[in-house]
Nanobody, 119 residues
Framework: VQLQASGGGMVQAGGSLRLSCAAS????????LAWYRQAPGKQRELVAS???????IYSDSVKGRFVISRDNAKNTVDLQMTSLKPEDTAVYFC??????????????WGPGDPVTVSS
C-alpha cells in the first residue's frame, strides 16, 4: 500500500486545516488507518485511528478538536483539525495496517506532511 498525504501548511492558532491521505488501493481491505505526528525533538505519537469495524480512537490532546474519517469510495482517510494550537505543530504521517488472517500485522507509512501553527 502506498500512501500520500496532502493538506498540510501554516495556519494561525485557532484556525483549521484538513489533511487527506490517499491510498494506492482499496481501503476497505485495510484494517486500520491512522494519523500520527512527530514534533521536533519528540517521539512520534498517535493522533487518531479508525478501524474497519467502525471504532475510532483519539489521543486526549486532540479530542473534541480533530475528526478522522475514511471514505471507502475515494480510498482516502482525512483528518479535520480545528481550534489548532501551537503545540499541534508537527510533521503528520498517515499509516495503514493490514492484518492478514492468521498472520502478523503489516504497517505502511506515508511521507510526512508538515503542519505549523503560529501563535
Amino acid at each position: 500500500v502506498q500512501l500520500q498525504a496532502s493538506g498540510g501548511g501554516m495556519v494561525q492558532a485557532g484556525g483549521s486545516l484538513r489533511l487527506s491521505c490517499a491510498a494506492s488501493e482499496t481501503i476497505s481491505r485495510i484494517n486500520i488507518l491512522a494519523w500520527y505526528r512527530q514534533a521536533p525533538g519528540k517521539q512520534r505519537e498517535l493522533v487518531a485511528s479508525t478501524y474497519n469495524g467502525g471504532t475510532i480512537i483519539y489521543s486526549d490532546s486532540v479530542k473534541g478538536r480533530f475528526v478522522i474519517s475514511r471514505d471507502n469510495a475515494k480510498n482516502t482517510v482525512d483528518l479535520q483539525m480545528t481550534s489548532l494550537k501551537p503545540e499541534d505543530t508537527a510533521v503528520y504521517f498517515c499509516k495503514a495496517v493490514r492484518i492478514p488472517p492468521g498472520s502478523v500485522p503489516v504497517d505502511y507509512w506515508g511521507p510526512g506532511d508538515p503542519v505549523t501553527v503560529s501563535s
